[in-house]
């Protein structure tokens, strides 16, 4: 089975030392996404619930490159700075997925995320035969 490593312009402008995606067989698997401006090393401002936002949104770009969408995501990974703050990641989580076709999820709290970040998602993907 073949292993794929993918980077992305933006990771490659920011000079990150991991891929931003792995594929093996039917499953991409994304490295973890923070809410940060595509391409740089910076969080976007506004707190927890625009990093969510922004986080997601980086994650769609991600797919959408591999010729996935959201839908196609069927786990994910959350880890929050706070866990006082699941109700509001949820809100915004909410925003991005089918309610009846939500992945399987764990999450869990973090005592440090990469760039002083309050949230960092990781999710795997099903690449569907087309």
Do not use: H
């Given at each position: 089975?073949?292993?794929?490593?993918?980077?992305?312009?933006?990771?490659?402008?920011?000079?990150l030392?991991?891929?931003?995606?792995?594929?093996?067989?039917?499953?991409?698997?994304?490295?973890?996404?923070?809410g940060?401006?595509?391409?740089?090393?910076?969080?976007?401002?506004?707190?927890l619930?625009a990093?969510?936002r922004?986080?997601?949104?980086n994650?769609?770009?991600?797919?959408?490159?591999?010729?996935?969408?959201?839908a196609?995501v069927?786990?994910?990974?959350?880890?929050?700075?706070?866990?006082?703050?699941?109700?509001?990641?949820?809100?915004?989580?909410?925003?991005?997925?089918?309610?009846?076709?939500?992945?399987?999820?764990?999450a869990?709290?973090?005592?440090?995320?990469?760039?002083?970040?309050?949230?960092?998602?990781e999710?795997?993907a099903?690449?569907?035969?087309?």
């Open positions: 089975m073949a292993v794929d490593f993918i980077s992305s312009p933006a990771a490659k402008a920011a000079n030392p991991f891929s931003v995606a792995v594929r093996v067989g039917d499953v991409l698997y994304l490295s973890g996404a923070l940060n401006v595509p391409g740089k090393l910076e969080l976007v401002p506004g707190g619930e990093e969510t922004q986080t997601l949104e994650i769609r770009s991600v797919l959408e490159a591999n010729g996935l969408t959201l196609d069927f786990k994910c990974t959350v880890m929050l700075a706070d866990m006082s703050k699941w109700a509001d990641f949820n809100r915004v989580y909410l925003e991005y997925f089918d309610p009846d076709r939500l992945p399987a999820r764990s869990f709290g973090a005592n440090g995320l990469a760039l002083g970040a309050q949230v960092e998602l999710c795997c099903y690449v569907r035969k087309r």
